[in-house]
């Protein structure tokens, strides 16, 4: 094994080579956005901001309206509480009814004066949606002030009256859809270990791969059977398909291997990790890549290895027994037999302990997949996935950090108020968590200086190594008994897993893609919209400038309906499918999600807007250090293509598009490096399971009692349907289980704005992005109420300030005996309003790491230039005034993508120091988490502290830990 020494004065000297990158991009984005016609540009639009149009202004007043009006029905259910309630009520619509009548009126001129400009202009498209929008006006509005006149010409407000305004502004869009996901399969967390028993008989079997039973046969005859000389045609056996592939590097691996089976074997023997999953998942091509997968795969690799060697293969699906010791070491080295179990079970494996007359375990039961090979007349059989494995624990770093819990736990409720029986925190000094965490980093630091000075990433880490297998021959298989197998040419098309994207409106589908994952996994999966005829383009082409002298005279708004676009799904860039004509900025809605071999289909939906660009991505056991070293690369061509001034070779996909699959690629990696050193701290295994999500550009669409009337360029938006893996304490804890699952949840909803902010970031502008968790932290910092909800306090519910939608979600959340942490009232972080809030079942960790508007994700808002940037090449321009910012955004991408490459190939080889530092942080952060729950302050303050706490010292040490093999490449 390599010896690859950490040096602690390398971690900090890194620190001095990020600056130096940073200075140059803070000077490039310097000159592309201070030059002076970019800062006459820039002062005029901000003038231009400033002055709200009065329509714009009276729909934010008529949300206002909506929200009061909301409360007031709530709290006036109570009949305790109904006159002081609508008494407050109505003292409101007196003061805001003025101001609305204004409103309108000067509203409803300015809307006349742009119909008539768009007459005098024969302005055909905005003649219609000014009519649609003095439409909507007629319809809407005499209503709400007949309302408001009878309510406030009252003596009292009237619930009748309140409850009908009410439904009537209801029927009027102000926004995007809520994102409403299903409180019984929450997307981040372990997944069930839910699985039926190992067949009994080859019927059962046979019945599970859904072929026809071939009637009863012993062990003996089935072994036999299998094993006897073929004479019907085997090429069914030489075939590749997507499971098995034929790829460039699969070929050359082969030929690399002698083409000989039992070198084939010894590779995937002695270098693919087991994972505990059942069902085709990666196929070869992706195992290899990611050197992991479960049975299935691995027997992939071995197969598509052997049949490009000429080598007739096949799989063998069995019901076998094997060692209980053997199964303990082959999931992770667990030290209990029922934490096998569940890491089985998590993954989908059909399993059973079997126990004796004493009740002592005497064997082990699954249903698994091996090999055979045909060769000099025969078939052979081989398991390349069931292994074994030497474990070292490596160095225990936490018990060198020490921390005086009473003086800490003192410090940092220093001025703050604490509710223990309603389960509510005010005021905590974050600071203090900050100086302990830096503090204990220091120590530790200085501990491994002084007395491992020459620590190798794996004397502090510990690891796994496979036990090898060397001799010339091919081992028996390692089973004690095999009850029933059956022979297959190809996997069943019932025992592969998918991915199914569909893209509809009003109940009607108009793009739908369904794939295996094995075609998926490891490319650029994209939902894009281009003009959807010449003329389309033409328009949106002449909204540019010929000659443009900064990007800041790109358009950063378009009318809604401008031009029509249609929907693109590609994979690698190439279009798969196409659907659909809408016009720019209409709310669609997309239905995806996996088919399971255990569950069948399993869906989300959620809310796009026609013109967006999404980054599909699944991530099954891990992002492949290739596939984003393949991004590095396209990054970079793009990069020399616009340095070259060949701006009329960049496509969407090749700027946009690779910076938006920056983000969720590194996003994946970021929560798998997480996971597994948090995993690593708490005696923890982790294996990462299919799981799914997109990073968009974002299109914010301004509606006019309900119909679209502007959309703009917003900022970008990540969205984490489904996060799942397999998790288990060593010992079979359920607490230990249970707080994994807790911190990594938090740590995965907070990477979902620190990862946007890292790669928009690097250039030197300072951003702050909006997650569940950190807006809760936000929250803290400006002396909000952070609430705990649950059955027994929630009541007080009535004291949180929060739109109806999430406020019926949360109240049925806790109905459901689900735990919410949510704060008092929206936040204003930048040009975002709106509330963070965790809903958490308490057993097992499992939660929504929610945003307003519902989705389970991040949001960051960029410069308006950048976003326009974005969303237009997004749609297929390109420009030579953009080529300095679009430049300065990829070098950023480019330095951000180079950190999460470095650190997400977790081996002595790359990155070690950063990835020690990423450790020793995450101890302080433990450490002080301990603290407050050894202080009994844990179900109090919520498990979101420690997490927003530990986030901030993860992102600084993101910020300032570079791998410089990846800095100088």
Excluded at 765 to 774: D, H, I, K, M, P
């Amino acid at each position: 094994m390599t010896n690859h020494t950490i040096q602690l004065d390398n971690i900090r000297a890194q620190r001095r080579i990020l600056a130096l990158i940073t200075y140059g991009l803070v000077l490039c984005m310097l000159f592309v956005f201070y030059s002076p016609s970019a800062l006459a540009m820039r002062y005029a639009m901000g003038l231009q901001s400033e002055q709200t149009s009065y329509t714009d202004e009276l729909m934010t007043q008529l949300q206002i309206l909506q929200d009061n009006t909301e409360k007031a029905i709530y709290y006036a259910r109570k009949p305790a509480q109904r006159e002081q309630a609508l008494a407050i009520y109505r003292q409101t619509l007196l003061e805001i009814q003025p101001q609305l009548v204004a409103l309108a009126e000067h509203s409803r001129t300015e809307i006349n004066n742009e119909l008539a400009d768009a007459v005098a202009l024969q302005d055909r498209h905005n003649m219609t949606l000014t009519k649609r929008l003095l439409g909507a006006y007629d319809v809407h509005w005499p209503v709400i002030a007949d309302n408001l006149m009878r309510q406030t010409r009252s003596e009292r407000a009237s619930l009748n009256d309140a409850q009908a305004l009410h439904r009537h502004l209801n029927k009027i869009q102000f926004g995007r859809t809520h994102h409403q996901y299903d409180n019984d399969q929450l997307p981040f967390g372990p997944l069930p270990n839910v699985v039926h028993r190992p067949a009994d008989s080859i019927q059962a079997l046979q019945a599970r791969l859904g072929i026809p039973s071939q009637g009863e046969r012993s062990p003996l005859e089935q072994l036999q059977s299998s094993q006897r000389t073929e004479t019907q045609d085997l090429s069914a056996y030489l075939a590749l398909n997507v499971d098995t592939a034929h790829t460039a590097e699969l070929a050359q691996l082969a030929a690399s291997l002698s083409s000989d089976p039992v070198q084939i074997f010894q590779y995937v023997y002695n270098n693919i990790e087991y994972v505990p999953a059942f069902g085709s998942i990666q196929g070869a091509d992706y195992t290899r890549q990611t050197q992991r997968g479960n049975a299935f795969d691995q027997a992939s690799l071995m197969i598509s290895l052997l049949r490009l060697s000429g080598v007739p293969a096949r799989y063998v699906y069995g019901s076998v027994e094997v060692d209980p010791e053997q199964v303990k070491n082959w999931v992770g080295g667990v030290e209990v037999i029922e934490a096998a179990q569940n890491l089985l079970g998590q993954g989908g494996v059909p399993n059973v302990i079997i126990k004796g007359a004493e009740n002592q375990v005497v064997s082990y039961g699954l249903e698994h997949v091996w090999v055979e090979f045909y060769q000099d007349g025969q078939w052979h059989a081989a398991d390349p996935s069931f292994k074994q494995y030497e474990y070292s624990e490596g160095i225990d770093l936490t018990q060198v950090a020490s921390l005086d819990q009473d003086a800490f736990v003192s410090e940092l409720t220093d001025g703050a108020t604490i509710e223990p029986t309603e389960k509510w925190v005010k005021g905590l000094n974050e600071s203090a968590a900050y100086t302990k965490i830096e503090s204990i980093q220091n120590q530790l630091e200085d501990y491994l200086a002084l007395h491992l000075p020459d620590a190798s990433f794996e004397d502090i880490f510990g690891s796994k190594v496979i036990v090898a297998h060397q001799n010339i021959d091919i081992p028996n298989l390692p089973y004690n008994r095999v009850i029933a197998s059956q022979s297959l040419s190809n996997i069943p098309d019932n025992l592969r897993h998918k991915y199914r994207f569909t893209l509809q409106s009003g109940g009607s589908a108009h793009l739908q893609i369904e794939k295996s994952l094995p075609e998926l996994l490891g490319k650029r999966i994209a939902l894009s919209f281009k003009p959807a005829s010449e003329a389309d383009w033409d328009k949106l082409s002449e909204l540019v400038p010929n000659e443009q002298h900064s990007s800041s005279e790109i358009p950063t708004s378009l009318p809604y309906g401008f031009i029509n676009v249609k929907a693109q799904f590609t994979i690698n860039e190439f279009v798969i499918g196409e659907g659909g004509v809408f016009p720019i900025g209409q709310e669609l809605q997309s239905d995806k999600g996996f088919w399971t071999p255990r569950f069948s289909w399993e869906r989300t939906n959620s809310p796009l807007v026609a013109g967006e660009y999404h980054a599909l991505s699944i991530n099954a056991h891990g992002i492949s250090e290739q596939t984003l070293e393949d991004l590095q690369l396209r990054l970079a061509q793009s990069e020399q293509k616009i340095q070259a001034d060949n701006l009329s070779a960049i496509t969407s996909h090749d700027f946009t598009g690779l910076i938006v699959q920056a983000g969720i690629l590194s996003y994946w990696t970021s929560v798998q490096t997480q996971d597994r050193l948090n995993a690593k701290l708490q005696n923890i295994i982790s294996y990462e399971q299919p799981s799914y999500g997109s990073f968009s550009t974002t299109l914010n669409v301004s509606y006019w009692f309900g119909v679209p009337r502007n959309v703009s360029f917003g900022g970008v938006t990540m969205d984490i349907d489904q996060k799942k893996g397999a998790y288990e304490s060593k010992t079979n804890c359920w607490n230990d289980w249970s707080e994994f699952n807790r911190l990594s949840g938090n740590s995965s909803s907070l990477m979902e704005n620190i990862v946007p902010q890292q790669l928009f970031s690097a250039s030197g502008t300072s951003l702050r992005g909006v997650s569940a968790v950190e807006a809760l932290g936000f929250a803290n910092e400006t002396g909000q109420i952070i609430y705990t909800l649950n059955g027994s306090n929630r009541a007080l519910l009535d004291n949180i300030q929060i739109d109806e939608q999430a406020r019926i979600e949360i109240a049925t959340a806790i109905t459901n005996g689900k735990v919410v942490t949510v704060h008092e009232k929206p936040i204003n972080l930048n040009s975002w309003q709106g509330t963070g809030y965790i809903i958490m079942e308490p057993t097992s960790g499992s939660a929504a790491y929610k945003i307003s508007g519902g989705e389970n994700g991040g949001f960051l808002e960029l410069v308006d230039e950048l976003s326009a940037v974005l969303g237009l090449v997004g749609l297929g321009l390109t420009f030579l005034g953009a080529k300095f910012a679009m430049l300065a955004l990829l070098i950023s991408v480019l330095t951000a993508v180079a950190t999460f490459v470095a650190i997400s190939v977790m081996t002595s080889e790359k990155c070690p120091a950063a990835l020690v530092d990423m450790y020793i942080v995450l101890i302080g952060v433990l450490t002080i988490i301990g603290a407050i729950w050894g202080k009994g302050l844990g179900g109090i303050l919520g498990f979101w502290f420690g997490t927003f706490v530990g986030g901030g010292a993860i992102q600084g040490t993101l910020k300032s830990k570079y791998c410089t093999t990846y800095l100088s490449a």
